[in-house]
């Protein structure tokens, strides 16, 4: 699968884990034993992934991955491209091989695919909701748990762009970590002398005292937390481009038009990875012939 | 946690591999450099989890692993039970411990319980919705990958029943099946003769013909795919309680009741598991005291 | 390697894991030093696999694994099928390849190929003994800790049946479930409430009296325990058919025929998983040549 | 658990992970859907472990470890040691704590145990054999794969003794390597010369003739592969006490005190591992008390 | 153990992991066949972690937990801090407990501590080396392959400050990159859309041109490779605070300061985690009581 | 790769299993964020592996398997063989295929082949320090943790030989076991008899005394602690070639010829393992082509 540079690589050893782990839910210790009892061992078949309905898709390596841990030798061709609307009965991709592995594989290879399709698809609803401001659409780290690598994929593939990717990576300190620190300032300076140079340092802050506290201080975002519109307007302003600016907290599909218009730069919202509804894909096969057709 | 018999118990092990994956996840190689920069290593703490909407609580015992696999001393006390509902604002469990420990787990402990209580509460607004009717509301294999057996326990929270657990468990015959094997009199001989005599035989029947021609075999259960209340009512009919009958396809919270009310014995509906939005759970902390106040 | 439906298929997941578990334990962290010692690292090698006595063949599949996990040149052919019987001196596979990894591999693979031919083969005996009954030799979960998928496989591959996989998918009713519900009319009810649609329900019963309150009460399966033959029968006739029965307990190939022909339809054998002996296979190597034949 | 130096100690983590992986075969995603439906939550329990037969016992600390993977507050009392005698009907050993833990967690726990002790008793019985000379009796990697460290320690238990480990702990340079490395010489020389100053070379030899070629270098042990007793004795008579003598080859309980008669120091015995029956222990409920008795 | 912030914490199930691995590696299937065969199991013994020579300490907690694997009981003091000096001869730590878990973890526990300390004092030499400037000493990925957290940490420990984590946690772009991109411009823009915002961007540069090119484009720090001090200084006058500078390239114990004096602020070592020798650390016994003494 | 005799082979699930390991540590959940954004999925690229300093070449395959562990169509072309010297300047590697796993897997591959070639290159020049004398340079348990079976391997790539791989493999006795045990004698007595017959023993003395009481039993080996050179000749004296000599503490590179030429057999070298610099080897890539030049 070739992915433009938005995308990035889901790290193959991640996708050879996540799908061993899904496998052995569906295959227990006696596999599919409902294929095994009916389908010829020498039967091979064929099949399409079909959008039921328009979305984005993601999540194509996995599906094959899926296929190729129970057999080497299927064939599986993508015909939308990771990141890519596909309208209502599109083709997504094509699969061929034997029948017993194609399908013992559909259900796997479908519940990773339309899981990260679906949050692809919700992330783009989000995207298409702000077109034209300067704001873009965050993940959070409410994901869930187990998934989290495919899920900030999934998110850009829907074209948004991942918050820090755990609590390992950046420094977001909130209301508790000033309060136990002795204020913002003691909790930026233990900060900054904690971490290394190359990670970033965001402030969480609920109104515009808290703000301009934090303001006097060198970080390099400040999280507006759940402020409307207005006052999210009010705290752009005072920051006047001189660090980075993230909406967070409350934010639907109806709101959140409203605040991109307010010049944050990113807008965060948990709903894409804890409450996006699945993309309906399916697997339509041509049928698997009777056993006087195979060997 | 006490569990009362038709919530099972999700097996120890298998909770502790979750909490551990989803503890890497976030964090990484440096841990919560937030937390351990700003919060003094003898501090304590106390919190709750608050239900913010109404809904039906699952995976209280997941939430505290999260807890006691960074420090075995953190106290976890539950009031509302598993499979119970939490009224907008309850307090459905209390936390207290070092501070660190609590602020750092906090998000894999929120991810877990909010994913399963999701669940539990979209399952019990199916299992409400079809009251007095003697249908029972059963989940599907299209769970989150890796995360069956949490996703199968949340449905029992919520009232709903577990169909198979995986392609291991009991037989499940679809068109590709019989026609592979030549029929469905060919296709059910198979499966009986290959599966032990403690596995359950269902197929799936698409109109009143496939239906009839299932009928002339011993199964234990017929799923009846995508047809009209009018039509399942025929069906059921002509089952005549001689098999279990399980409507499937397209159910929705606004269908499910005329489907209930013909007379079949399962509802099984994919979206308890591939699409429940989170039940909206937070952790209030008290404040976590300044450091004059630690030692 | 083809499997007619009754055997089923390894999960391949599975077959990986267990023979690496198994080379880890004969390789340590210095592999088989003896080999690499003496055997030039180019040197190539033929070997057949041998019964040394009558039995029926399983495992080949995984045999090949451990091949393949050494080095995936190597060519593994089976010449006798899984759940085929071979007489003494039967070649039932043949192998080529680096030499190295033939001898470092070797004992790992007739270790599995030699214990589930053993379960396959005793198997197969109890099956003939009791030919022309219309009754069936099941397994137990009294199987080799780490082993179950594979002794389970063995036994089809001998002709047996499955009981369940685990405690997880079928229901078993003992007497102390039984005492703790308060009766085997709670037992069931409590049972039945929990269990979903797919699971079948067994009760274990000691006598008459046990069997009759069992039968009062919808159950797919009784376990008649410990019944000398008449007593079998009579339990056998009261059942009259309307569910299953399975006679266990102190079942040896010398009791089997007079059991099955009291008309069980399921015998059930701890023995094939927990006391098989192997079936004795070498590994035939055409002597590897001296260094002077390898460049 | 109290071991003597012979036995050793099996590793705590090895432990975990066997316990683990069995574990995992009998709960599956769903657990013991028998008992979480009928024994309350809170029912506690006492059981009894008890010999069926007459046996050596091995194993205990890992049946204990089975129950307190489910539940640490279990209480698993040892009444007869490690590598001790059981008569039949001896009580082995006592549990008690939460009912519902301990029916899950009893067969595994007795797997393992009934497995070992089998081992060990057949160990015994042949260690008995040849009573009053000086040989020993030792196993051989003929073991069940993944269960090696079990099962060399249950060897050990019965009175027998290790050979090595695995491939990687000592060096048994037989025909294939001999041929390969240009003869018995280069072989040694090529062993010696690759392996560490802590490992010990035993060569395989087939005849006198091969004996006195082997003699003529430094070695640690020569296996006498399958001799007859006669020839044995005057293989042993040419060896002189040089090294150390190992006779395998068609050892059973029959034959095995007439070789070691013939003044052998080892006899080395695949079947201890590959083909012992297991050893009959049952575990034995007090009856779980209805739920009125339970609150 | 009591961590100041600078240091953070090492999660404890990447410890756990780490330790089972190392304690895999020495005991095998046997365990410590020597321990076994000579120490009583019930001896208790007292031992104190001697440091040998001048250092600073690090992976206190990861010795105790090597202990703790073997045997919960073992009680483990530390006596010097994590990240604190030790003298030659100080006692950094007491342990007692059952004698056999100790004398078994010993080699485990000191090859964590004296690895981790060993990093931890050559970066004290090059904190120190530098003292009195404003420039900080990071480490590199050139770390030990499966340690990275552990050298991260202990770096911390001894005044270090981590670079990033991994290839995952910020952006550094390399010639090849700016190449590939088709320039600096490109390279950069194409880094700043697809990382998320709390990403940070560094570009490597060779020599000035490539520094102002770079500097044309909002970066946040610049990697100025293998300059001479002269030319670093004229390097950090060009970007004159605008973003960070970093040397990185040759840096010894005997450059390092006159680097420093360029006013750079970060310079990288990779020295510190590939090259560091440990700090000499031994466990000192008091005598294991002769078996008379021990019941 | 082709092996000699001497260097072994590594456990091809060995290697795989340290790699994924590391390559986690790089790539966490989002990969290699620069490289995915900045190079053309589609652009091929090559390297060679260069030494710039003179060393011993070791963990080549290592190398390769991190690269395909990322993408299976790289070629990994060895110019150096595992053993050999490199000058400075060598190319030791050619590598070519897909750029972005290219770059992704370079930090991974040269961690493992640095840190193992700096460990074959020391102790090649300990073993060339002892030219001429009959002693050989062995390794100690003194290895970085999770690495032992990587760096056993590389001191025999550099010429050196095993000691024990664990404490599994071999016994050694030192001072706490000998109190323990009652002295000398009980402690051999007690561990011949607990070890199998493969397994050899050595006795560590710290004076004449302890050498001349240990010699009166049965013993393989003698470990002589800390003895200077002519301490240690005596030492050897004595023995008289009965058993094996190791000489052991506070061994050089400036003192280890005076040791070898007292006659002892073997000398241990922790630092062989614990203090290691790496050998500086470096990747050089041919320029990747800019995007123009890519499709």
Redesign the interface.
């Known amino acids: 699968m070739?992915?433009?540079?938005?995308?990035?690589?889901?790290?193959?050893?991640?996708i050879a884990r996540?799908?061993?782990?899904?496998?052995?839910?569906?295959?227990?210790?006696?596999?599919?034993?409902?294929?095994?009892?009916?389908?010829?061992?020498?039967?091979v078949?064929r099949a399409t992934f079909g959008a039921r309905k328009a979305g984005v898709v993601s999540g194509l390596e996995v599906a094959a991955a899926a296929f190729h841990?129970?057999?080497r030798s299927i064939v599986f061709d993508a015909l939308v491209g990771e990141g890519q609307q596909a309208v209502p009965g599109a083709v997504v991709a094509r699969v061929a091989g034997p029948?017993?592995a194609l399908?013992?594989g559909e259900?796997?290879a479908?519940?990773?695919l339309?899981?990260m399709s679906?949050i692809a698809t919700l992330t783009r609803r989000y995207v298409d909701a702000i077109g034209g401001t300067g704001a873009?659409i965050?993940d959070t780290?409410?994901?869930?748990?187990?998934?989290?690598?495919f899920e900030?994929y999934a998110v850009r593939c829907g074209g948004g762009?991942?918050?820090?990717?755990?609590?390992?990576?950046?420094?977001?300190?909130?209301?508790?970590?000033?309060?136990?620190?002795?204020g913002v300032g003691p909790?930026l300076a233990?900060?900054r002398?904690?971490?290394?140079?190359?990670?970033?340092i965001?402030v969480e802050v609920g109104d515009l005292e808290e703000l301009r506290a934090a303001l006097a201080y060198p970080v390099?975002?400040v999280l507006l937390d759940n402020m409307a519109p207005p006052l999210l307007a009010e705290a752009v302003k005072i920051v006047g481009g001189r660090v980075?600016t993230?909406a967070s907290g409350g934010v639907t599909l109806e709101t959140v038009r409203a605040i991109a218009e307010t010049g944050v730069?990113?807008i965060s919202v948990g709903?894409l990875t804890?409450?996006a509804?699945?993309l309906d894909i399916g697997l339509d096969?041509e049928?698997?012939?009777?056993?006087?057709m195979v060997c």
């Open positions: 070739t992915h433009p540079p938005l995308l990035g690589v889901l790290p193959p050893p991640l996540a799908v061993d782990a899904a496998l052995a839910e569906d295959l227990g210790t006696c596999g599919d034993i409902t294929t095994d009892a009916t389908i010829p061992a020498g039967a078949a841990a129970l057999d029948a017993r399908l013992t259900r796997v479908l519940n990773f339309s899981h679906g873009r965050a780290r409410k994901t869930t748990p187990g998934l989290r690598a900030k762009t991942n918050h820090r990717s755990g609590l390992h990576d950046a420094i977001l300190i909130k209301d508790n970590h000033i309060v136990a620190a002795g909790a233990a900060a002398a904690a971490a290394g140079h190359m990670v970033k965001e390099d975002a980075l993230e730069d990113i709903a804890h409450s509804p699945i096969f049928p698997v012939p009777a056993p006087t």
